[in-house]
């Protein structure tokens, strides 16, 4: 009886393992790096002056911004001549922006700006025409373009413009036009090209009101000298408008015009007069850097969703919501 109680009461055995000369590696408190992929994004200024005589009421000018994915931009410039007929000019350019945004996620755009130009010309009902460009960034770096009339854009590297989009015009100072009259142009008419970019290129795009009172020279120092995208986007605007008003000013406009055989009357020529000054008119200025920034393999699409989530669509219509801003 006592040795079973003994046996009962014996402690158990266990197998020790030889201790190993070489002691585990600790674990770390910090996750494996993951492999990551370098992604092109855009960082946004805009800035926006209307006609000195359209300020009451924002001008004609619209344009809209969006940082989803690589980066969106469009400009649309209202064509004026639709006041004679007692229509708002400014009423397709702002619906027009406005649908350009609501369509920017729809799966047949797929980041695609003529098919975006399309779907949002088809859902504006306003009256008017307008010229418009809208450029989409993809995340390799690629800007794809689409645009019909003589809004421009131009891209700086190391202080030298290495693309320019050209004008579409039926003649001297009558562009293409998107239009809610069937006998306007459509997505169909529209310039459509891609440049490749680098991290570190600018783009500088606008309304007719920017590139017909500035050259590419001052383009390229205000670039330069600028601390950020929004200072260079005030700074081009600020700088065509005291040119548009500058009645001595030999404007890219004036020297256009004289090119294709508008002057003064020959009576002022022989006074030694000619025809120059700037062109006053809404001015819309879009600056954009390229920036790449890498991405986790595994994470790209969640990153992305959320950067989505927290910016916000900017459409604006006129300076002075973008004074209060």
Not at 269 to 293: C, F, H, P, Y
Request: hydrophobic share 40%; charged share 25%.
């Amino acid at each position: 009886m006592a040795a079973s109680t003994a046996s009962r009461l014996s402690p158990p055995r266990f197998h020790v393992r030889p201790r190993s000369p070489h002691p585990p590696p600790r674990r770390s408190r910090y996750c494996p790096v993951r492999a990551a992929k370098l992604e092109a994004v855009l960082s946004i200024g805009t800035h926006l002056i209307p006609h000195p005589r359209k300020a009451a009421s924002g001008g004609e000018d619209a344009f809209f911004t969006n940082s989803d994915a690589g980066g969106v931009f469009a400009i649309a410039d209202g064509v004026s001549g639709w006041a004679q007929k007692d229509v708002n000019p400014a009423l397709f350019s702002r619906e027009l922006m406005r649908n350009s945004s609501s369509f920017l996620k729809d799966e047949e755009v797929n980041g695609d700006p003529q098919i975006l130009l399309m779907k949002a010309h088809a859902a504006t009902s306003s009256i008017g025409s307008a010229t418009v460009i809208i450029a989409v960034l993809e995340k390799t770096g690629t800007l794809k373009i689409a645009s019909v009339g003589d809004c421009g854009l131009k891209v700086i590297r190391k202080g030298q413009v290495m693309f320019s989009i050209p004008p579409q015009e039926h003649y001297f100072d009558c562009p293409y036009q998107i239009s809610s009259e069937a006998a306007g142009q459509t997505y169909q008419d529209a310039l459509v090209c891609s440049v490749n970019l680098m991290d570190g290129d600018m783009i500088v795009s606008g309304s007719d009101g920017l590139f017909d009172n500035i050259f590419d020279q001052e383009i390229i120092s205000i670039i330069s000298e600028s601390s950020g995208v929004d200072e260079a986007a005030k700074a081009l605007a600020e700088l065509a408008r005291k040119h548009s008003v500058d009645v001595t000013f030999d404007s890219p406009y004036s020297m256009e015009a004289r090119s294709r055989g508008f002057d003064v009357p020959w009576w002022k020529k022989v006074l030694g007069a000619k025809l120059i000054g700037g062109k006053m008119d809404d001015i819309t200025v879009v600056v954009a850097q390229v920036k790449t920034v890498a991405v986790p393999e595994d994470e790209g699409g969640d990153i992305e969703e959320q950067k989505g989530n927290e910016q916000s669509i900017a459409i604006s219509v006129s300076s002075a919501e973008q004074n209060e801003e």
